[in-house]
Protein backbone atom coordinates (compact mmCIF):
# COMPACT_ATOMS: atom_id res chain seq x y z
CA UNK A 1 0.00 0.00 0.00
CA UNK A 2 1.16 3.60 -1.24
CA UNK A 3 0.38 6.43 1.26
CA UNK A 4 0.92 10.10 -0.67
CA UNK A 5 0.21 13.33 0.75
CA UNK A 6 0.16 17.23 -0.69
CA UNK A 7 1.08 19.76 0.61
CA UNK A 8 1.24 23.41 -0.74
CA UNK A 9 -1.82 24.85 -1.03
CA UNK A 10 -3.34 28.09 -0.29
CA UNK A 11 -5.11 30.78 -1.20
CA UNK A 12 -3.17 32.98 -3.57
CA UNK A 13 -4.49 36.47 -5.83
CA UNK A 14 -4.59 36.06 -9.42
CA UNK A 15 -1.35 36.37 -11.16
CA UNK A 16 0.39 34.14 -8.59
CA UNK A 17 2.24 30.92 -7.82
CA UNK A 18 2.37 28.15 -5.34
CA UNK A 19 4.36 24.84 -5.39
CA UNK A 20 2.48 21.51 -4.67
CA UNK A 21 4.33 18.69 -3.32
CA UNK A 22 2.86 15.24 -3.29
CA UNK A 23 5.55 12.94 -0.55
CA UNK A 24 5.15 8.86 -1.28
CA UNK A 25 5.51 6.70 1.94
CA UNK A 26 7.41 3.78 -0.71
CA UNK A 27 9.29 4.64 -3.50
CA UNK A 28 7.67 4.47 -6.71
CA UNK A 29 9.44 1.72 -9.41
CA UNK A 30 10.80 2.62 -12.31
CA UNK A 31 7.10 2.26 -14.15
CA UNK A 32 4.93 4.23 -12.26
CA UNK A 33 3.37 7.17 -13.61
CA UNK A 34 2.48 10.00 -11.03
CA UNK A 35 -0.36 12.27 -11.89
CA UNK A 36 -2.04 15.51 -10.60
CA UNK A 37 -5.77 15.86 -10.99
CA UNK A 38 -8.50 18.62 -9.78
CA UNK A 39 -11.64 19.03 -8.80
CA UNK A 40 -13.79 22.21 -8.21
CA UNK A 41 -17.02 22.06 -6.09
CA UNK A 42 -19.95 20.67 -8.58
CA UNK A 43 -17.49 19.53 -11.00
CA UNK A 44 -15.97 16.52 -12.52
CA UNK A 45 -12.14 15.78 -11.42
CA UNK A 46 -10.39 16.59 -14.50
CA UNK A 47 -6.41 15.53 -15.17
CA UNK A 48 -3.88 18.49 -14.65
CA UNK A 49 -0.50 16.78 -15.48
CA UNK A 50 1.67 13.86 -15.25
CA UNK A 51 5.09 12.67 -15.02
CA UNK A 52 6.59 9.10 -15.50
CA UNK A 53 9.42 8.06 -13.06
CA UNK A 54 12.22 6.79 -14.68
CA UNK A 55 12.88 8.99 -17.56
CA UNK A 56 10.74 12.07 -16.51
CA UNK A 57 8.48 12.39 -19.72
CA UNK A 58 6.12 14.96 -18.85
CA UNK A 59 2.15 15.57 -19.58
CA UNK A 60 -0.05 18.46 -19.00
CA UNK A 61 -3.98 19.14 -19.86
CA UNK A 62 -4.41 22.65 -22.30
CA UNK A 63 -5.37 24.93 -19.77
CA UNK A 64 -2.15 24.72 -17.46
CA UNK A 65 0.34 24.16 -20.52
CA UNK A 66 3.00 26.84 -20.39
CA UNK A 67 2.00 27.86 -16.70
CA UNK A 68 2.12 24.79 -14.66
CA UNK A 69 5.10 22.45 -14.22
CA UNK A 70 5.40 18.92 -13.10
CA UNK A 71 8.64 17.28 -11.70
CA UNK A 72 10.13 14.80 -9.51
CA UNK A 73 13.37 14.09 -6.94
CA UNK A 74 13.67 10.72 -6.63
CA UNK A 75 15.64 11.35 -3.76
CA UNK A 76 13.01 12.55 -1.69
CA UNK A 77 10.20 10.44 -3.58
CA UNK A 78 8.45 13.29 -4.25
CA UNK A 79 6.76 15.08 -7.31
CA UNK A 80 6.27 18.62 -7.34
CA UNK A 81 3.78 21.15 -9.25
CA UNK A 82 5.00 24.18 -9.92
CA UNK A 83 1.70 26.90 -10.69
CA UNK A 84 2.38 30.26 -12.02
CA UNK A 85 0.41 32.93 -13.30
CA UNK A 86 -2.92 31.50 -11.58
CA UNK A 87 -6.44 32.19 -12.42
CA UNK A 88 -9.70 31.94 -10.59
CA UNK A 89 -10.28 29.01 -13.10
CA UNK A 90 -7.12 27.06 -11.13
CA UNK A 91 -9.38 27.02 -7.84
CA UNK A 92 -10.12 23.44 -6.71
CA UNK A 93 -8.95 20.33 -4.88
CA UNK A 94 -5.51 19.34 -5.96
CA UNK A 95 -4.57 15.26 -6.19
CA UNK A 96 -1.38 13.76 -6.90
CA UNK A 97 -2.08 9.83 -7.63
CA UNK A 98 -0.04 6.64 -8.41
CA UNK A 99 -0.26 4.02 -11.34
CA UNK A 100 1.51 0.83 -10.67
CA UNK A 101 2.80 0.38 -14.37
CA UNK A 102 3.29 2.68 -17.30
CA UNK A 103 0.91 2.11 -20.05
CA UNK A 104 3.13 2.54 -23.94
CA UNK A 105 0.93 4.06 -25.86
CA UNK A 106 -1.74 5.51 -24.00
CA UNK A 107 -2.30 8.83 -22.32
CA UNK A 108 -1.67 9.19 -18.53
CA UNK A 109 -5.20 11.63 -19.05
CA UNK A 110 -6.81 7.80 -19.39
CA UNK A 111 -5.08 5.69 -16.90
CA UNK A 112 -6.73 4.14 -13.85
CA UNK A 113 -5.30 5.37 -11.08
CA UNK A 114 -4.14 3.13 -7.98
CA UNK A 115 -3.25 5.26 -4.97
CA UNK A 116 -4.99 8.43 -4.54
CA UNK A 117 -3.53 11.21 -2.32
CA UNK A 118 -5.91 13.47 0.10
CA UNK A 119 -5.96 16.44 -1.58
CA UNK A 120 -4.85 19.96 -0.84
CA UNK A 121 -7.13 23.09 -1.64
CA UNK A 122 -5.95 25.45 -3.90
CA UNK A 123 -8.04 29.16 -3.83
CA UNK A 124 -7.35 32.10 -6.41
CA UNK A 125 -8.49 35.16 -5.92
CA UNK A 126 -10.01 37.34 -8.42
Known amino acids: QVQLVESGGGLVQTGGSLRLSCAAS????????VGWFRQAPGKEREFVAA????????YYADSVKGRFTISRDNTKNTVYLQMNSLKPEDTAVYYC???????????????????WGQGTQITVSS
Open 97 to 115: AVSRARRIGVHPSEYEYDY
Open 26 to 33: GRTISNDV
Open 51 to 58: ITWSIAIK
